[in-house]
């Protein structure tokens, strides 16, 4: 097993990379998007030029990775706990899998078509699942005597929570997308270094967190 205690982290690496590159490129073929206010999800917004490869080539395949680095990690590092710390984290790969499925309108407003609609609940789902799977693991960093992590999670997690509000509060729409970007930095580097901890502490009794 250690010698594959890395795939699951690598594997939300490897899916974070897409979304910069993919964020970047899709970006890039639409000369009125900007990433101070367009959120990514406009990129695969109903009736955008390359809907389908944006959904398909890039939202889907990211949610998909993150599903199996956590299915890894639950599989190496079982665990009440630890379930319910990546179950909670899995709203990131469902946001991506299901948005995928259901795009949002032009523009991506809070109301809208049953699509949008979906959209947003799925979103909410994303964002609310970083924030309760933070808040669980720094409860179970807390109890393990690792203070610092458990600080640094806690932290992370009021930061995805009020990233959350702003994207529903329409006074920020103008930095929204800046908001999002940042948002999503701090999720996937929270869901990799969980993954991280878990998969290294499963295959290392000497790490200071161990297992479940």
Not at 119 to 132: E, K, P, Q
């Amino acid at each position: 097993m250690s010698r594959y205690r890395y795939a699951s982290p690598a594997l939300v690496a490897a899916a974070a990379a897409m979304v910069l590159l993919g964020t970047l490129y899709f970006a890039s073929l639409r000369p009125t998007y900007t990433h101070l206010s367009n959120t990514i999800s406009e990129l695969g917004e109903t009736g955008a030029p390359q809907a389908h490869l944006v959904a398909f080539t890039f939202f889907l395949p990211v949610g998909l990775l993150v599903w199996l680095a956590l299915w890894l990690t639950q599989r190496h590092t079982p665990g009440r706990e630890t379930s319910q710390v990546l179950f909670a984290l899995s709203g990131v790969a469902a946001g991506y899998t299901l948005g995928a499925l259901f795009p949002c309108d032009p523009g991506a407003p809070l109301f809208g078509s049953w699509r949008t609609l979906v959209h947003n609940a799925v979103g909410l789902i994303d964002y609310g699942g970083t924030v309760l799977g933070f808040l669980l693991f720094s409860r179970y960093c807390a109890r393990h005597k690792a203070t610092p992590l458990a600080l640094v999670f806690g932290i992370a997690a009021a930061l995805e929570f009020f990233a959350t509000v702003a994207l529903g509060f329409p006074p920020a729409f103008p930095v929204r997308g800046a908001v999002q970007r940042v948002a999503e930095f701090v999720q996937f580097t929270g869901v990799f270094f969980v993954c991280l901890v878990f998969s290294t502490s499963a295959a290392s009794p000497a790490l200071c967190i161990p297992c479940d």
